[in-house]
């Protein structure tokens, strides 16, 4: 099954720096690579998805880039807030349009320092 | 995106009770999801709960640890059941709103003593 590998699992930046969280995947069929925000107590949030047909998308500050052949992919965080601190979860899948199983990687701790 | 609410928002619990968890959206959705976040952790999701028909299991997760139900396209239940301390996690449910996309509910708090 899908295997999805997560670095750094904390990550301490400046503020106004860049971040950027790194995924591996396992399974090539993967298609979907959705990444996810969580703060302290709250629910996890959708911030920005890729799917296979691109190889980057960007959102404000926000990027992301996949990379298929090398199966990893990557978000970017550029002019960092501390309002960005939170923990940050990649996740796989493959786009079938029967399940929806998403595999996620296990977190990164973004800490922002003003 | 869909709004989602989960009930109850947190709960402390006996060993060897059962504790059902109910999700509801405020549109109908066809696919649901329940995930399971221990503390610290990531989310693992532990089944898909299909509209009439038994919900779809991962592996290490069984229904009767896990019943879940899923009568309507808008609602969903998950009951934990024979609950031991090593229960203690956040359960959240999610759903499909747009191909693969998944929004979570808010999540419920289970503590079991």
């Known amino acids: 099954g899908e295997n999805v590998e997560q670095h750094p699992s904390t990550l301490s930046v400046q503020e106004g720096d860049s971040a950027v969280i790194k995924c591996t995947y396992s399974d090539s069929a993967s298609n979907y690579f959705p990444w996810y925000k969580q703060e302290l107590g709250k629910r996890p949030q959708l911030i920005i998805d890729i799917r296979s047909n691109v190889g980057e998308k960007k959102d404000q500050r926000i990027a992301v880039t996949l990379n298929k052949t090398a199966k990893h992919f990557s978000l970017h965080i550029t002019e960092t807030q501390p309002e960005d601190s939170a923990v940050y979860f990649c996740?796989?899948?493959?786009?079938?349009?029967?399940?929806?199983?998403?595999?996620f990687g296990k977190g990164t701790k973004l800490s922002v320092k003003p | 995106s869909a709004v989602i609410s989960q009930k109850p928002s947190r709960d402390i619990c006996q060993r060897g009770t059962s504790l059902t968890i109910q999700c509801q959206v405020d549109?109908?959705?066809?696919?649901m999801f329940w995930y399971r976040q221990q503390p610290g952790q990531s989310l693992t999701l532990i089944a898909t709960?299909?509209?009439?028909?038994?919900?779809?299991?991962e592996s290490g997760f069984v229904i009767d640890k896990f019943p879940i139900s899923r009568p309507n396209l808008t609602f969903s239940t998950l009951t934990v059941s024979n609950m031991s301390p090593e229960d203690s996690s956040i359960y959240l449910c999610?759903?499909?709103?747009?191909?693969?996309?998944?929004?979570f509910g808010p999540g419920t708090r289970l503590t079991v003593l």
């Open positions: 996740a796989a899948s493959i786009e079938s349009g029967s399940q929806g199983n998403l595999i």
């Open positions: 709960a299909n509209q009439g028909s038994e919900a779809t299991y």
């Open positions: 999610s759903v499909e709103d747009g191909p693969n996309t998944q929004y």
């Open positions: 549109s109908q959705v066809t696919m």
